[in-house]
Each structure stands twice: as C-alpha cells, then as structure tokens.
C-alpha cells in the first residue's frame, strides 16, 4: 500500500545525511567522551563538533549548549533547574506537557513554587500584556513555547523575553517545534534558556539539548559524573549527538536555502483544499468563526508545515485510524496524547468546544513531502470524511435535510 507521512510534528524520518554521521559511532568509534585516551579523544572530538552545529543553528556559542536525552528532559532540566521554593513561574496554557506537567510539579509542597497559566486567544496565541500582569515581585522564570507542537502557532516570543528581562525574570521558550522550520535566534528572541529535540527535525530521537545563556544559574537535575559541565551527568550519547549536530547543520542550510518556502506552500494547498470541504475550519493562527474567546492577534504566523483542521460532525480518533487504513498518517494532537480521550487542551484553551476538538486534526508536513502526495491525501480526507458523516446518523440525517 502507498504509504504518505503527514505526521512530521511527533517526528521526522532521519535524512540519509545524518544516519551515515551517526554510523561509525555505533561500533568503529566507540569509546566514551571522558576517556583521555586515543579512543575517547576520538569521540570527545565529535561531540565536540555536534556542539558547533547546534550553537551555530541557534547563534549562541558552543559552551551554551547542554546535551541531553530529549526535548523533554531540556524542558525539564530548564523549569526544575531555575525554580526554586519560593518561587513565582509564568508559564501558558497550551505548553507540551514537558513543560506543562513540570510546571504542575512545581506546584507541589515539596517543591513550593507558584505558577500562573497564562490563556491564549481564539488564535491560540499569548498575549504579552497577560504575561506582564502575571507578574509578582517573586517571578524567577517565565516559560513559553516559540511554536505549538498542534497548531503550528508561532508565539511572541521576543516580546516576552523583554518582559522578562525587564523583571529580572529567566525567560526559557520551548523550540522544539521551530527549530529547523524557521529562523531561531537565541539572540534576536532574548531568552535565557532554549529548547531543542533532534528527532522534530530529522535527527535521530532520544537527544535534544537546551541553550542555556552563559551566566545563567542552572543547577543540575541529575547527579553523577561532571558531564557537560556539570550540568547533566551522564555519558554522552555520542551516535545521537552526533546525529543531532548534523540535523542542526542540515536545517540551517535548509533554512538559509528557502526550503521552508515549499513546505509552506504545499501546506497552504494542503489547507486551502481541506478547508474547502464542507463543515471544516482552520484553527489557529487567524480568525476563527468558532472560537468563543476574541481574537487579538489576527493573523499572526505560524511555522510554515503545521495545519489544524477541524470537520464538525467527525470522531478525530475514527478519522485518524480510518486514514491511516488508506495508508496516510496524520495524528489528532500531540503524539503523547494521542489514545487518550481528552480533548487536546491546547484546542479547549484556545475556546473550542470539546466535540470541535474532538473533530479536529493535525496535518504536519516534512522535507520529503511532495505536491502529488498532498493532491492525493486531499482526495483520500475528502472522501474519508464524507463516509464518516454518512455513518454518523446525526451528521447523516443534517446532511439530507440541507
Ligand atoms: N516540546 C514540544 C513542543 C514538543 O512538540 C515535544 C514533542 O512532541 C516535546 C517538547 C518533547 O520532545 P521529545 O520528544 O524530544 O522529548
């Protein structure tokens, strides 16, 4: 069966680039990093190196990039790493639950800290004046994503990360979902702390890393060895650095060569075509006829391969495994969600009700994708929901009358 991949927001098929990287280091170039002999040199050099690419991806230097096993351990070795008890967080409403489920911890008496969530309007985006009046004389970091991982919604970063500055509060923005889809500066956002995860763009999984401004006072989650300068212990993971330097390089190039303008092309199609089906809606990133909440920020961007569609009538879940009979993937929210029942929070938050988010899925396109595939997955949705409504006996009743 023809199999297309519209699922690139829970992860990327690793580029042939960054496989042959990582090969060697699986059996040739074995040795540990920490090791002063020959072997270990070897490896240390390499990591070495996947530290320049990250740095250069992000504009920061080599020395503020800490390696660890994923976007969430970053997330969290950001959130647990600077809060301490006592503490006021700032933190918003439609974060991953990396960054989410941390934040709750916080809550906790053990760990005694205040957290505020921030909403978002109808457009699923922050408002930077709600920030500012979330803050108290305690605040020590304020946490927003740069991309939503559902809908693609670029947030206002920059503007946070004033207010932040401004308050003498750490900013960290999760940017999982942007980094390699659109330029990530840590300069240009001024923030303290950055997220990364090697496999949201075409590395390998289990390896992200987190920018963590010199100066900045981190203290470690974990305890064991003095790696990355004492800031997470642990033996480096040297194949998938590996994998997750050369992805950084890859995307910067990609990034520097327009690359995304395709993607965004195909994705803008893929919407249009979608969106043209009867009883469906883009949600997120402009007006949206069915959001209860006002839309503030009209329009505002959003990374350049992400669509969230919602058709009324539709079973998300029934939609996705119908789909993905016909041989394409595409997914209802986050991928660690998905086979739960909620409704996606970051949908609900936005003000959609929960059978609107019920109804709604996520189209996340790649590199690899092409205008064939996007002619043929709008056929195969097309269809796809046209029997789902018909075997709805609510939907299928509407429909007769109309
Ligand atoms: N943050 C965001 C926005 C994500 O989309 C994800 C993964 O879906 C993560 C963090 C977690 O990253 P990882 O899968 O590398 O742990």
Request: hydrophobic share 40%; charged share 25%.
């Amino acid at each position: 069966m023809r199999r297309i991949y519209f699922d690139n927001n829970a992860t990327t098929p690793v580029l042939p680039e960054v496989f042959e990287a990582m090969r060697p280091y699986f059996a040739e170039q074995f040795g540990n990093a920490s090791s002063i002999h020959h072997h270990g040199q070897e490896t240390r050099a390499a990591v070495e190196r996947a530290r320049e690419q990250v740095a250069a991806l992000l504009g920061c230097r080599a020395a503020e990039i800490v390696f660890t096993s994923g976007g969430t351990e970053a997330d969290n070795l950001a959130v647990f790493g600077v809060a301490r008890p006592g503490d006021h967080v700032i933190t918003s409403a439609i974060e991953h639950h990396a960054v989410l489920n941390a934040c709750r911890h916080l809550h906790t008496k053990d760990a005694g800290c205040e957290v505020t969530y921030v909403a978002v309007d109808g457009s699923g985006v922050v408002d930077p004046a709600d920030v500012r009046r979330a803050l108290r004389p305690n605040t020590k970091l304020i946490s927003i994503m740069m991309a939503n991982n559902e809908t693609g919604v670029v947030q206002p970063v920059a503007e946070i990360a004033k207010i932040a500055a401004e308050a003498g509060a750490y900013f960290h923005t999760d940017a999982v979902q942007a980094a390699g889809k659109i330029m990530v500066r840590v300069g240009e956002i001024g923030c303290d702390l950055l997220t990364v995860s090697g496999h949201k763009m075409h590395g390998p999984q289990g390896v992200g890393a987190l920018y963590v401004r010199k100066g900045t006072e981190l203290e470690a989650r974990q305890y064991g060895g003095r790696h990355e300068r004492s800031r997470r212990a642990g033996t480096e993971n040297v194949a998938a650095i590996v994998g997750l330097g050369k992805a950084a390089e890859l995307a910067r190039a990609g990034l520097e060569r327009g690359e995304n303008k395709k993607i965004a092309e195909l994705r803008d199609r893929l919407e249009k075509e979608l969106s043209g089906i009867e009883a469906s809606s883009v949600n997120g990133g402009g007006e949206n006829p069915h959001t209860t909440q006002t839309t503030r920020c009209m329009g505002h961007p959003r990374v350049p391969n992400t669509t969230n569609i919602c058709f009324d009538g539709i079973d998300g879940e029934a939609l996705v495994i119908a789909l993905d009979l016909k041989g394409l993937a595409v997914s209802t929210g986050a991928a660690c969600s998905s086979g739960a029942i909620e409704p996606s929070h970051v949908l609900l938050a936005m003000g959609l009700t929960p059978d609107r988010a019920r109804a709604s899925i996520r189209f996340s396109l790649g590199k690899l994708n092409t205008t064939e595939e996007v002619e043929f997955a709008v056929g195969l949705v097309r269809e796809t929901v046209e029997r789902l409504r018909e075997l709805s006996p609510v939907w299928g009743r509407t429909a007769t009358s109309r």
